[in-house]
């Protein structure tokens, strides 16, 4: 088994590779700590299955998943982040990712997912299955978020979060001049005039962990 474990956190990583160390007797493991190690270590060889973080200090993991979809089209790749399902879920299972998890699932939980998303089928919980069958069924009336690039619901996740347009700029490698044109460009898609009525939707909408 051969798998990628793309997460900025080494106690992370070193936790998942027990965990796989556990469960494979033949086990190698690549590891990258951002978008440009993880695009890298893709092209160089091949992996079973990616493990992918949403967040990541040079590109958001949403990004990096589009772009494994190109380099890789068949290569399985497992979202594994902190952030709740009703976040991300829905938006990485359409870019193209094989499964979602949380951070705070058993490990048990975790290597079912992997040997379920390696053999070719799709990790589903309960709770995102019935979270998709909404979302499916209300396709025609979709929510304003829905009409937002990758980029800017991520914009907008962390406005609504409390961060301040600095300290997004720090944390995707923007400047405060695009951060706040990304800001504008929400506001006019969500029909809002302040930042205090993002976070009123966002919360409203369960978008915020």
């Given at each position: 088994?051969?798998?990628?474990?793309?997460?900025?956190?080494?106690?992370?990583?070193?936790?998942?590779?027990?965990?796989?160390?556990?469960?494979?007797?033949?086990?190698a493991v690549g590891e990258a700590q951002n978008a440009q190690e993880t695009l890298?270590?893709?092209?160089?060889?091949?992996?079973?299955?990616?493990?992918?973080?949403?967040?990541?200090?040079?590109?958001?993991?949403?990004?990096?998943?589009?772009?494994?979809?190109?380099?890789?089209?068949?290569?399985?790749?497992?979202?594994?982040?902190?952030?709740?399902?009703?976040?991300?879920?829905?938006?990485?299972?359409?870019?193209?990712?094989?499964?979602?998890?949380?951070?705070?699932?058993?490990?048990?939980?975790?290597?079912?997912?992997?040997?379920?998303?390696?053999?070719?089928?799709?990790?589903?919980?309960?709770?995102?299955?019935?979270?998709?069958?909404?979302?499916?069924?209300?396709?025609?009336?979709?929510?304003?978020?829905?009409?937002?690039?990758?980029?800017?619901?991520?914009?907008?996740?962390?406005?609504?979060?409390?961060?301040?347009?600095?300290?997004?700029?720090?944390?995707?490698?923007?400047?405060?001049?695009?951060?706040?044109?990304?800001?504008?460009?929400?506001?006019?898609?969500?029909?809002?005039?302040?930042?205090?009525?993002?976070?009123?939707?966002?919360?409203?909408?369960?978008?915020?962990?």
């Open positions: 088994m051969k798998v990628l474990i793309a997460d900025d956190h080494p106690v992370v990583r070193r936790g998942l590779k027990q965990i796989l160390a556990d469960e494979y007797q033949t086990l890298h270590l893709i092209n160089k060889q091949d992996w079973d299955i990616a493990v992918l973080d949403i967040s990541m200090p040079d590109k958001s993991g949403l990004e990096v998943l589009k772009e494994l979809r190109q380099l890789r089209p068949k290569l399985p790749v497992l979202i594994l982040t902190s952030y709740p399902e009703e976040q991300y879920a829905i938006r990485v299972l359409r870019a193209g990712a094989r499964g979602y998890m949380t951070k705070e699932c058993a490990p048990e939980h975790l290597i079912d997912a992997i040997r379920k998303v390696t053999r070719g089928g799709r990790y589903i919980s309960p709770g995102l299955a019935e979270l998709l069958a909404i979302t499916l069924s209300d396709e025609q009336g979709k929510p304003p978020h829905e009409n937002l690039s990758d980029r800017e619901y991520q914009v907008l996740c962390m406005i609504a979060s409390g961060k301040t347009v600095s300290q997004i700029g720090d944390e995707l490698a923007l400047s405060v001049k695009t951060v706040s044109t990304y800001r504008a460009r929400i506001l006019e898609k969500m029909q809002m005039k302040t930042s205090a009525e993002l976070i009123h939707y966002a919360i409203r909408n369960n978008l915020v962990g």
